[in-house]
């Protein structure tokens, strides 16, 4: 296993034991929760790998394809790109550019982490809330794409809107870890390396 940001261990500064073990349960709860999307997504990659590959092969050798498999290819890349973003944010792999801010003290960027994860909730709040009343809608209307299938438009999103809620939940987790930790009311453990956890 290798240990990521998700994974730490909270070390007390003077809080209460059973608050940080309440945290610390939150928090691998939460990875467990982003581990399952991720898997769900990469499930959502085959299934395109699968579909594209036999849409191919059947224009090739006969006159026909997949029906609808615009739709059911776009209704998977909703799922691929969208269920791993709160993986990636946990990890805190988004691409970002750090030629300064490597050179400042540690302090600094603590606090550089919690504005990143309070603008970031500034950002993806409005988008939660939106993606919240399109599954409403969706459900509601019943809508469904034209096509031989007829394809309910609801499961993608579905998978549109609770992408982005794991997503705006690691980023309210990060910016309270964060902001605790800049404070000094905990310390987070360095993640180990692959070859230290291995041992």
């Known amino acids: ?21 309440a945290l610390g349960c939150a928090r691998g709860s939460l990875a467990w929760l982003e581990n399952v999307f991720l898997l769900i997504a990469v499930v959502c990659i085959l299934g395109l790998c699968a579909v594209i590959a036999s849409s191919v092969l059947l224009r090739t050798f006969s006159s026909s394809g997949i029906p609808d498999e615009i739709v059911i290819v776009g209704e998977m890349m909703i799922g691929a790109l969208i269920l791993p973003l709160a993986f990636v944010a946990a990890d805190r792999g988004f691409i970002s550019v750090e030629i300064f801010t490597q050179k400042l003290g540690p302090k600094f960027q603590q606090a550089l982490n919690v504005l990143t994860a309070v603008v970031g909730l500034i950002a993806v709040a409005p988008i939660t809330y939106a993606a919240f009343l399109s599954v409403v809608d969706a459900f509601e209307s019943g809508a469904y794409f034209f096509g031989l299938l007829e394809l309910p438009k609801w499961p993608g999103h579905t998978l549109f809107f609770v992408g982005y809620f794991l997503f705006f939940i690691r980023l309210i987790d990060l910016a309270v870890c964060d902001s605790l930790e800049a404070l000094g009311v905990i310390k987070c453990k360095q993640p180990e390396t692959t070859h230290e956890v291995a041992n």
């Open 1 to 21: 296993m290798v240990v990521t940001e998700r994974t730490e261990r909270l070390q007390s500064q003077g809080s209460p034991a059973v608050s940080l073990r």
